[in-house]
């Protein structure tokens, strides 16, 4: 797995290019820190890995705090 390569803005849909030219997919998202998140990106036809970290949209940390205190 390769190291984090970019810090994306708050709701970035962003998606990377591959070193070989093809499109890559998001194939995973993890929770990278209280306010983060890191997207794993994957290329079908070089099988290159790219995880970039992106600071979670508002509403999504608005949805994971009401979900914490129970309401």
Known sequence: MSALENL???GSTETPD???GAEMRLSKVKPG???TEIRIFK???CHHE???MAWKAPEAQD???MS???T
């Open 68 to 70: 914490a205190i129970g």
């Open 18 to 20: 591959c070193p070989c």
């Open 8 to 10: 994306l803005i708050p």
């Open 33 to 35: 820190g209280e306010d």
């Open 63 to 65: 949805r994971e705090l």
């Open 43 to 45: 290329c079908d036809t």
């Open 50 to 52: 790219f995880q970039l």
